[in-house]
């Protein structure tokens, strides 16, 4: 009893540390948080303008691939040129495409995407689509550029100080098959004085199944101006276009340029860019009407004027459409070229050099001197613009 | 060596006489000589009157009969000092139960709530307002009152989480930052794509809806998953304390330890002094077995309902909440890809991932089926409502991602007519909200009666071991008495 009585008074007072070693478990812990770079471009309301933006591209050799943009090819060759004499350590790959003249800008954007390339280059701002799948992606603006809308007609003869003259509505039913010929009443009526051609109409469009900037461009202003186009084929990179017999599908800028310079009576949205390859090829340049009703070519001044009523609202990721903008005197169609990164690199000497070379292109005095964007009828980008663009290019790591 | 306990002038059961009994008290009073053969006398007493319980423990058993004053006083000790440990021990592991239930009942659950209904509210307000923009220049005023009714739940959802949040972890205060910093911003995109919407540069409007869309879907979505996410675990926490084993079990056994040495020593007083009833000593053992008896009983309801609120409330209310969520992003899909109108064929593969995350499918796991084997009444014929209704919503959603047929597309998604999508959606989501709804009431419920179930147990505990204490006190000082 006397042993028993003594055992039970040392398991009294060991007992609780006994179960408790023998009972006690982990709890598990869950916890989610968005992807690291997600959304990077929306910036952070809580540190407005990021980190500092490097302005040298430092000393480690490298060579940064580009891809994407017909439109902005040539110019982003002058730039890699430049750039290179200045850096001799960075070299930048232009990705030439079929034709040689760069990839497109859907393209682009998925060698971003799929880290095939360093640098993508878009006319179209990245869509919902692109960001639902690569969330950490930043389209940071380069310059502006606008689009213009060619026609080719042997026969037409415009009386001194006349342009063509097209709206969003007349441009729809051209492309929709609606309007047949040159000298149908709805273009006679926006052209009066003018002797209009009984040409047939050959709208041409862009037939890249990856999409094409110049698509989404042209086809946001049809679809802003025209209401069944909107409700019938909408807008976006790559839209299922009126099934009409005289449509042609054509790959690139030159290839819309170099079609339509040969089929008489075509019409053809092409990037600025492209403008003095088109007037070399014998094709005019319609003036457009704009959200006010006046009509307007893509000169300096109108596209510049286009752009500035949308600086103060353009947000921090830079996303914005400037189509049919609400400026008097403003060209319809202008855009941003936009430079497509992804902001989580796995690099950090290749981040710094993407970061200073971006930095380069946006620079008064420096990418974006007129010495550079003259030559492609593109403008310099106003310094709110340059700011955000800054901002963005300093999440970049 | 039991034998040797029993006093030579008396036989078990023997009454003794009134010159016996004096004499009996002569011979315990008297210190036994150190001549006598052990196992005849009581063991001399120590000058200090005072022994440890291992002492006592080892006088017993090395010498027999002992020092009984100095054994009694060291029971004294030893159970006086077990049941106050008890006590505050036992008295500290209600408590932690108790307020742990209470915390699953009227807290933890709620902010769960409140996570789960802000994660809702914002998605259902993305979606409401972007479908609007997809109808034209003016929203219908109704449209834009649920638009504004989901702002302003999501709001009250938000200062629900923050004002319940107390000593939150770092990652939880950046997130209900995140919330807090993004959601006017999204606001204000979405007013501003509708001023340009309504004045005619719809381009522009939709790139502010894409703009909004984006701080929806990259920051302020996860950011309200990631709180839900660590409400849920929070409330997995609670409820794991409530309902463990490990505190009662231990409260348990060591009361039951008590509740023997309080036997043996009264055996041990009774084959000492052939008393049958210590009085103390039987109410000290009284409150031991009542305890235990409240204590697991107590207990085992309280385990019961929160395991079954957890089980058939909690858990399938979450699995159809997951459910509403997945199908909420598969809506978004839907108008995502009428908005972007990139061609690209991402929103449909997305759009395929929810579905056969939601269910009903061909794979087990779905939210669904996990809602329907754990619901019960109301809840579980809401989600068979559901998976009809959800079958229904598939079946009409394959021509909506068809090749950049847009007008099509448009039609489908924005259709209010019987059988489109927009409406076979609205009837899922109207299920989904009715059985969680059921469930939460069966947690509710449940959460509430198991919570109950330990009320009065601290006060119980702490009358009980004041029992014991003076019980013992009591019983056993009476008997040190006699030798003095």
Known sequence: VALRFRSLLVVTAMAPLALVTACTGGQPVAGQTAAPGAGAGLGSPLNPGGGPVPSSPGSARLTLKESGSTLLFSLFGTWATAYHQQYPNITIKLAPGPLGKGTGSGQGIEDVSTKKANIGASDAFLSSGNLVQHSDLLNIPLAISAQQVNYYLPSLRLPPGKRLQLDGPVLAEMYQGKIKKWNDQAIQALNKGISLPSTPVHPLHRGETTGSGDTFLFTSYLSATDLAWNSQVGFGAAVSWPNIASAQAETGNSGMVTACSVTPGCVAYVGISYLKTAQDAGLGEASLQNFSGNYYQPTPSAISAAVSSFVSDTPADETISMINGPAPNGYPIVNYEYAIVLADQPNPAVARAIKAFLNWVITKGKGNSPSFLNSVQFQPLPPAIVKLADAQISEIK | ?484
Do not use: C
Not at chain 2, 205 to 219: D, I
Not at chain 2, 233 to 245: E, K, P, R
């Open chain 2, 1 to 484: 060596m039991t034998a040797t306990h029993q006093p030579p002038t008396s036989q078990p059961g023997q009454q003794l006489s009134g010159q016996q009994t004096v004499a009996r008290q002569a011979v315990i009073r008297q210190p036994a000589e150190p001549s006598q053969p052990p196992g005849q006398h009581a063991a001399p007493r120590q000058p200090s009157g005072r022994l440890s319980l291992r002492a006592a423990g080892a006088r017993l058993a090395g010498s027999g009969t002992g020092g009984t004053p100095a054994v009694l006083r060291s029971l004294l000790t030893g159970l006086v000092a077990a049941a106050l440990v008890w006590g505050v021990f036992a008295a500290w592991a209600v408590d932690q139960h108790a307020s742990a239930a209470s915390q699953v009942a009227n807290a933890s659950e709620r902010l769960t709530f409140a996570a789960q209904e802000m994660y809702q509210k914002l998605s259902d307000a993305d979606v409401t307002v972007t479908t609007a923009y997809l109808a034209g220049a003016s929203v219908p005023l109704g449209v834009r009152q649920h638009y504004e009714a989901d702002i302003a739940r999501a709001e009250a959802d938000l200062a629900t989480l923050r004002s319940g949040s107390g000593s939150a972890s770092a990652q939880f205060t950046a997130s209900l930052t995140s919330v807090s910093v993004w959601l006017p911003l999204y606001d204000e995109f979405v007013g501003k794509a509708q001023a340009y919407n309504s004045a005619g540069h719809q381009p522009t409007g939709g790139s502010f809806m894409q703009v909004a869309s984006e701080v929806m879907h990259l920051k302020l979505l996860p950011a309200a998953n990631s709180l839900y996410a660590q409400e849920s675990a929070s409330l997995g926490s609670v409820s794991a304390q409530a309902t463990g084993l490990t505190w009662i079990v231990v409260a348990l056994v060591f009361a039951a330890a008590i509740g023997f040495a309080l036997l043996r020593t009264q055996r041990w007083l009774h084959r000492r002094t052939h008393r049958r009833v210590n009085y103390g000593l039987a109410w000290a053992s009284v409150a031991v077995i009542a305890i235990l008896a409240w204590l697991a009983i107590a207990f085992t309801s309280a385990r019961s309902d929160l395991e079954n609120g957890l089980r058939h409330g909690s858990t399938p209310a979450q699995d159809l909440a997951q459910a509403s969520t997945f199908a909420q992003r598969a809506r978004g899909d839907e108008v995502l890809n009428v908005i972007s109108r990139t061609g690209s064929m991402s929103f449909k593969a997305d759009f395929d991932a929810m579905r056969h995350m939601i269910g009903p499918g061909p794979k087990p796991g779905t939210q669904l089926a996990l809602a329907a084997a754990a619901s019960s009444g109301q809840g579980a014929t809401g989600v068979v409502t559901a998976e009809w209704d959800a079958r229904s919503w598939y079946a009409v959603t394959e021509p909506v991602f068809s090749a950049t047929n847009y007008a099509g597309e448009t039609e489908h998604v924005l259709g209010k007519e019987r059988g489109s999508s927009y409406a076979q959606f609205n009837k899922l989501q109207a299920d989904l909200r009715l059985a969680i709804k059921a469930d939460q009431a069966t947690f509710t419920a449940s959460a509430t009666a198991g919570s109950d179930a330990f009320g009065g147990l601290e006060f119980g505990v702490i009358l009980a071991a004041l029992v014991m204490m003076v019980g013992s006190a009591w019983g056993l000082s009476r008997r040190l008495a006699e030798y003095r």
